[in-house]
C-alpha cells in the first residue's frame, strides 16, 4: 500500500479535463465494472458448485467456500451500486440502496472476504509448518465453525453503518448524527487501520514466511522419504492448495491496499477535502476497479494454479445436478490425517 498519493491541488481542472474524468468514470460504472461484476458472478457460482464437491474434503476448500459466498455477496452489491451512480444516478429508490443496503452490507460481506482470506492464511501455514501440532484443529468441521464465527461477526461489527447514514429528498447522501459522532470516528478508524490495514500486512508477512518454508521444502523435499503413495500423493496436493494461496494472496493485496490507501476520511486527514478532487475521483474509480477484479478472478486461479480443482470442475460439469456426497464411494475416502469429509452446513 503505501503508495503515496502526490499531494492533492486544491485546484479543480478546466472544464474539458472535468469532461474527461466524468466521462471515465460513466464508462467504467455503467459497462465496465458491471460487466466484471456478472463475470464474477458467474466464477463464483462455479466456485460454489464445485468446492461442493465431496472430493474437496479438506478444511481449506470449506474455507474457500466460505470466502467464494462473501465474494458472491460483494459483486451482487458492486453491480447494483455501479448502476446506482450511473445509470440510475438521481433516482431515490438507488439513493436509498446505496446509503442503507450497500454502504451497510457491503461493508459486512467484504470484512467477511478479508477475515476468511487471514483465516486461510493461517491455516495453511499451520498445516505447512506446525501438521503435528494442529492436526486436531485442521478439520473440515472446525473450518466450517469458524466460517459461521466469520460470517457472523462481520455481520455484527457492519451493523454501525445501517445508521450513519440517510438521503435527503433531492438523493443527496448526509450524515446522520450518529455518523458525525465521536463514536463512528473511532470505528471507522478501527475498520480501516486493524481490518483493512492490519489485515493486508498480516497476510503479507505470513505469505512471505510460507513461501520461504515451502520453496526450502522444494530444495531439500527430494531427500524426504514418503513411505507410502497415498502420502505422496497427499503432499502433493497440499503442494497445490498452498500454490493457490499464494495466488490468492497476491490478488488480495493487489485490490485491498490501494483501496484502504484511498479511504476518504484516511485521504480528508492528509490531502484535506479531497471530495471535489478530480485525482482522487479517478483514483477511487481505479481502485474500485482492481476491488471487483479481486472478488471475480478467484476462480481462474483456482483453474490454473491447483489440478485437483480444475479435474473436479470438468467431471462435475455434466453431473452438477448430482448430490455431492456420493454413498457408495464414502469407503475410499482416506482419513488418515483426521481429515473429514467436507460439511459446510453452519452449527
Request: net charge positive; charged share 10%.
Given at each position: 500500500?503505501?503508495?503515496?498519493?502526490?499531494?492533492?491541488?486544491?485546484?479543480?481542472?478546466?472544464?474539458?479535463?472535468?469532461?474527461?474524468?466524468?466521462?471515465?468514470?460513466?464508462i467504467?460504472?455503467?459497462?465496465?465494472?458491471?460487466?466484471?461484476?456478472?463475470?464474477?458472478?458467474?466464477?463464483?457460482?462455479l466456485?460454489?458448485?464445485?468446492?461442493?464437491?465431496?472430493?474437496?474434503?479438506?478444511?481449506?476448500?470449506?474455507?474457500?467456500?466460505?470466502?467464494?459466498?462473501?465474494?458472491?455477496?460483494?459483486l451482487?452489491?458492486?453491480?447494483?451500486?455501479?448502476?446506482?451512480?450511473?445509470?440510475?444516478?438521481?433516482?431515490?429508490?438507488?439513493?436509498?440502496?446505496?446509503?442503507?443496503?450497500?454502504?451497510?452490507?457491503?461493508?459486512?460481506?467484504?470484512?467477511a472476504?478479508?477475515?476468511?482470506?487471514?483465516?486461510?492464511?493461517?491455516?495453511?501455514?499451520?498445516?505447512?509448518?506446525?501438521?503435528?501440532?494442529?492436526?486436531?484443529?485442521?478439520?473440515?468441521?472446525?473450518?466450517?465453525?469458524?466460517?459461521?464465527?466469520?460470517?457472523?461477526?462481520?455481520?455484527?461489527?457492519?451493523?454501525?453503518?445501517?445508521?450513519?447514514?440517510?438521503?435527503?429528498t433531492?438523493s443527496?447522501?448526509?450524515?446522520?448524527?450518529?455518523?458525525?459522532?465521536?463514536?463512528?470516528?473511532?470505528?471507522?478508524?478501527?475498520?480501516?487501520?486493524?481490518?483493512?490495514?492490519?489485515?493486508?500486512?498480516?497476510?503479507a508477512?505470513?505469505?512471505?514466511?510460507?513461501?520461504?518454508?515451502?520453496?526450502?521444502?522444494?530444495?531439500?523435499?527430494?531427500?524426504?522419504?514418503?513411505?507410502?503413495?497415498?502420502?505422496?500423493?497427499?503432499?502433493?496436493?497440499?503442494?497445490?492448495?498452498?500454490a493457490?494461496?499464494v495466488?490468492?494472496?497476491?490478488?488480495?493485496?493487489?485490490?485491498?491496499?490501494?483501496s484502504?490507501?484511498?479511504?476518504?476520511?484516511?485521504?480528508?486527514?492528509?490531502?484535506?477535502?479531497?471530495?471535489?478532487?478530480?485525482?482522487?475521483?479517478?483514483?477511487?474509480?481505479?481502485?474500485?476497479?482492481?476491488?471487483v477484479?479481486?472478488?471475480?478472478?478467484?476462480?481462474?486461479?483456482?483453474?490454473?494454479?491447483?489440478?485437483?480443482?480444475?479435474?473436479?470442475?470438468?467431471?462435475?460439469?455434466?453431473?452438477?445436478?448430482?448430490?455431492?456426497?456420493?454413498?457408495?464411494?464414502?469407503?475410499n475416502?482416506?482419513?488418515?490425517?483426521?481429515?473429514?469429509?467436507?460439511?459446510?452446513?453452519?452449527?
Amino acid at each position: 500500500m503505501h503508495n503515496q498519493l502526490p499531494r492533492l491541488p486544491n485546484t479543480t481542472m478546466n472544464s474539458s479535463a472535468m469532461l474527461s474524468v466524468d466521462e471515465f468514470d460513466r464508462i467504467c460504472y455503467s459497462y465496465v465494472i458491471p460487466v466484471i461484476c456478472v463475470v464474477g458472478i458467474l466464477f463464483n457460482v462455479l466456485n460454489l458448485i464445485v468446492l461442493s464437491n465431496w472430493k474437496l474434503m479438506d478444511s481449506s476448500y470449506t474455507y474457500l467456500t466460505g470466502l467464494a459466498v462473501a465474494d458472491l455477496l460483494s459483486l451482487v452489491l458492486f453491480f447494483f451500486s455501479s448502476l446506482a451512480r450511473r445509470a440510475f444516478h438521481g433516482h431515490p429508490g438507488w439513493a436509498v440502496y446505496e446509503g442503507k443496503i450497500y454502504i451497510p452490507i457491503g461493508s459486512m460481506s467484504t470484512m467477511a472476504s478479508i477475515v476468511q482470506t487471514v483465516v486461510l492464511t493461517i491455516e495453511r501455514y499451520c498445516y505447512i509448518c506446525y501438521p503435528q501440532k494442529f492436526k486436531t484443529y485442521l478439520t473440515a468441521q472446525t473450518a466450517s465453525k469458524v466460517t459461521f464465527a466469520v460470517f457472523a461477526v462481520s455481520i455484527l461489527w457492519g451493523m454501525p453503518q445501517f445508521f450513519a447514514f440517510d438521503v435527503d429528498t433531492n438523493s443527496n447522501f448526509f450524515n446522520t448524527e450518529f455518523g458525525n459522532s465521536t463514536f463512528y470516528a473511532v470505528y471507522t478508524w478501527t475498520d480501516l487501520t486493524v481490518i483493512s490495514f492490519g489485515s493486508t500486512i498480516l497476510v503479507a508477512i505470513i505469505n512471505l514466511k510460507l513461501v520461504s518454508v515451502v520453496y526450502t521444502f522444494g530444495k531439500t523435499g527430494a531427500r524426504l522419504h514418503l513411505p507410502t503413495a497415498i502420502q505422496s500423493q497427499r503432499a502433493k496436493e497440499q503442494n497445490r492448495l498452498t500454490a493457490t494461496l499464494v495466488g490468492i494472496i497476491v490478488v488480495f493485496l493487489l485490490g485491498e491496499l490501494p483501496s484502504a490507501c484511498l479511504s476518504r476520511r484516511l485521504n480528508n486527514l492528509i490531502y484535506g477535502d479531497v471530495f471535489n478532487n478530480n485525482v482522487y475521483k479517478i483514483s477511487l474509480t481505479v481502485a474500485t476497479l482492481l476491488v471487483v477484479m479481486q472478488h471475480s478472478l478467484n476462480f481462474l486461479i483456482y483453474c490454473v494454479l491447483n489440478k485437483h480443482f480444475w479435474k473436479v470442475f470438468k467431471d462435475a460439469l455434466p453431473n452438477c445436478h448430482r448430490s455431492r456426497v456420493q454413498p457408495n464411494s464414502i469407503v475410499n475416502v482416506s482419513v488418515t490425517d483426521n481429515t473429514q469429509c467436507k460439511c459446510f452446513t453452519f452449527p
